[in-house]
């Protein structure tokens, strides 16, 4: 080389803060949690949670601060409206610390759920998760749970009319923006 | 060089942030969007500019895109966070507030030779009807369970 390139373009600006050596250890953690919930643990999950970790789901799902509120407040009304869950990942991303994925429960509406008593419905319950693993245990999860389309299977609309798959079905024109 | 995953990925939000009119640079014609329920499935480019992004923005102005974190994993890329922006326009029947407010979001993207071939979506709509002061789970959310929201939960108005 005859020319020394002073200022060299920063590289992987994007995930400089991830720990690429740390991906097989996070698949490694979020397999196991994968499965534990799907054998339905609750007592002993804290094999996959760090004690003190946050489950930060949307609206009409909530923030679980610690494994205690994550088994009483989530797990616990989630197995009395539902049974024999499944779940299934549609895909799942590694990168380092973190770990992602998006997929379907699959479950039997056995007991009430938002007002509405069981009807025995197989039901799927769609997800995306963000998960982030340290010293091998989940600390943070990040979580959209459909809870609208479960209530929409089970024939109640929470958005009365106005969802936008109006417009995907032309049953009403999106209005076009002037900005 | 060829551009990763990412690259790609990000470019398209650069763009979508700037309100570019034509996203064909970054979705291949035939792509598909496909959302949590109340936002919809949009089969296409043309049909993604019509049935979300020019009624997004026709709600939603001044949009400004935190996205707290990305990954990568061969062809796939995610992201989570969240658009603030301000209710500038009707929006599922509750006319404009110029209320600021907060919606969260989760993005999985499938890239084919170097455009987005898929995008699954979550949006938070039922967190923007709770900011413009309507709970459409009427009190049985289950975020009513929670003692108190986590510090900096992006995705969290409860």
Same mark, same amino acid.
């Given at each position: 080389m005859t020319t020394m390139n002073k200022t060299r373009p920063e590289q992987a600006i994007l995930s400089r803060d991830t720990d690429i050596s740390k991906t097989d250890e996070t698949k490694a953690v979020i397999e196991g949690m994968v499965d534990g919930l799907n054998d339905h643990r609750i007592t002993d999950i804290g094999e996959f949670f760090s004690d003190g970790f946050k489950w930060m789901g949307n609206t009409g799902c909530g923030t679980k601060n610690g494994l205690k509120e994550f088994q009483e407040n989530w797990q616990?009304?989630?197995?009395?409206?539902?049974?024999?869950?499944?779940?299934?990942?549609?895909?799942?991303?590694?990168?380092?610390?973190?770990?992602?994925?998006?997929?379907?429960?699959?479950?039997?509406?056995?007991?009430?759920?938002?007002? #509405?008593?069981?009807?025995?419905?197989?039901?799927? #319950?769609?997800?995306?998760?963000?998960?982030?693993?340290?010293?091998?245990? #989940? #600390?943070?999860?990040?979580?959209?749970?459909?809870?609208?389309?479960?209530?929409?299977?089970?024939?109640q609309d929470l958005f009365n009319g106005e969802g936008w798959e109006t417009y995907d079905r032309g049953e009403k024109e999106p209005p076009r923006p002037e900005n | @060089?060829?551009?990763?995953?990412?690259?790609?990925?990000?470019? @398209?939000?650069?763009?979508?942030?700037? *309100? %570019?009119? =034509?996203?064909?640079?970054?979705?291949? =014609? =035939?792509? =598909?969007?496909?959302?949590?329920?109340?936002?919809?499935?949009?089969?296409?480019?043309?049909?993604? %500019?019509?049935? &979300?992004?020019?009624?997004?923005?026709?709600?939603?102005?001044?949009?400004?895109? *935190?996205?707290?974190?990305?990954?990568?994993?061969?062809? &796939?890329?995610?992201?989570?966070?969240?658009?603030? *922006?301000?209710?500038?326009?009707e929006f599922m029947g509750i006319a404009p507030t110029g209320k600021r407010i907060k919606i969260p979001y989760i993005d999985f993207w499938r890239v084919e030779n170097g455009?987005?071939? %898929?995008?699954?979506?979550?949006?938070?709509?039922?967190?923007?009807?709770a900011q413009l002061g309507h709970d459409i789970f009427t009190g049985k959310g289950w975020d009513k369970l929670d003692s108190a929201p986590a510090k900096n939960a992006s995705l969290s108005f409860a």
């Open positions: 616990k009304p989630f197995q009395a409206a539902f049974s024999e869950k499944v779940c299934i990942d549609e895909a799942r991303l590694y990168m380092g610390e973190w770990a992602a994925a998006f997929g379907r429960q699959e479950a039997i509406h056995s007991g009430t759920f938002m007002g #509405i008593e069981p009807t025995g419905k197989k039901v799927e #319950i769609r997800y995306m998760d963000f998960w982030k693993v340290v010293n091998g245990k #989940i #600390i943070d999860n990040w979580v959209m749970v459909d809870f609208p389309h479960v209530v929409a299977q089970l024939g | @060089m060829q551009k990763t995953t990412l690259q790609i990925v990000k470019e @398209m939000e650069q763009a979508l942030e700037r *309100a %570019e009119v =034509d996203c064909s640079d970054y979705f291949h =014609d =035939d792509f =598909d969007w496909i959302a949590n329920f109340g936002c919809g499935t949009k089969r296409g480019l043309e049909e993604f %500019e019509r049935a &979300w992004y020019k009624p997004f923005r026709d709600a939603f102005g001044d949009r400004h895109f *935190a996205t707290e974190h990305y990954l990568e994993d061969g062809n &796939w890329a995610a992201c989570f966070g969240h658009c603030e *922006a301000t209710h500038h326009g455009k987005i071939a %898929e995008n699954r979506v979550s949006v938070d709509f039922p967190a923007i009807l």
